[in-house]
């Protein structure tokens, strides 16, 4: 896949995500217990595909960025996976309809704004050329 494919796909999930959280965090707020039964969803979404992308940014992108001199916003960015891992403990166990809602709506909020910060403070740093080396050799060392 090309670079500028790569990087719609990847824009295009961040879209999803957000929308996604966004939607969440209305949930909790407005219908606790219709949220409340998006737990299992939510689960299996941080611990799959959200937990495939933090282990890829972890293992391959984020020893490149701090050799960019990116190394405070990679530790942001590491704390950001750490308490969206602990959230989805206490997630699992949430047992009542306010603890399920308040857990998924602290999860969302997580989620909106790790990809916010990663818009914001990430990848405008790099330049296209850089981020095309980059996930060139990232995706050499999978």
Known sequence: MDFAAMMK???????????????????????PAACAKEKD?????????IEQHFRYEEE???????????????????KHHATLRQEAVNLENAQDTKGIAQAIYFAARLM???????????????????????????????
């Open 60 to 78: 391959h992108l984020f020893p490149q960025l701090e050799q960019h001199g990116l190394g405070p916003e990679v530790d942001v960015a590491k």
């Open 41 to 49: 969803s939510v689960l299996a979404f941080i611990r799959g595909p």
């Open 112 to 142: 909106l704004h790790h990809t916010n910060f990663e818009g914001d403070y990430i990848y405008p740093e790099l330049s296209k050329e850089q981020w095309h080396a980059l996930l060139a050799s990232s995706l050499g060392s999978k």
């Open 9 to 31: 796909e990847l824009f295009a999930d961040e879209d999803r995500a957000k929308d996604m959280a966004r939607r969440l965090m209305h949930l909790a707020q407005n219908d």
